[in-house]
């Protein structure tokens, strides 16, 4: 009983996740009839090149993108950054060699901002906030 109510809570959370995600409903959640088992979940670590980022220099934003170990090549990544309470932009990342998403950023205000990696792939969508520095 418990397990199902936390299985109930997990696709909960998908389902509001992928309703809250800016992306313009092409969210493909079609089934794929090969009987392939349940999507499996994505291993999603954000790095800034360098790190923390200097204010006024360009970054590197990175993310890279796994599933069981193996590098996911073909997802659809944005980038949504703020800080505090500053207007949120996103941002097309490009890439996807080695699992690495990649874009470069200069940032003129130093301090903490969030970033929410929106990944998209053919069997789900998952967007991890996390933050990062930027200092002067
Ligand atoms: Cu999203």
Excluded at 30 to 54: D, V, Y
Aim: hydrophobic letters at 35%; glycine letters at 10%; charged letters at 20%.
């Amino acid at each position: 009983m418990k397990r199902i109510a936390w299985i109930a809570a997990l696709l909960t959370a998908a389902a509001l996740a992928t309703a809250g995600c800016g992306t313009d409903g092409g969210t493909d959640h079609a089934q794929h009839g090969t009987g392939t088992t349940k999507p499996q979940k994505l291993n999603i670590e954000f790095t800034t090149t360098p790190s923390p980022a200097k204010a006024g220099a360009e970054a590197e934003l990175v993310a890279t993108i796994a599933r069981a170990g193996e590098p996911v090549t073909d997802a659809k990544v944005e980038f949504e950054i703020w800080q505090g309470e500053g207007a949120h932009e996103t941002l097309n990342v490009k890439g996807g060699n080695d699992g690495r998403y990649a874009l470069k950023k200069t940032f003129t205000t130093p301090g903490t901002y969030q970033v929410t990696i929106h990944t998209t792939t053919k069997e789900l969508h998952q967007m991890p906030t996390v933050s990062f520095e930027v200092v002067q």
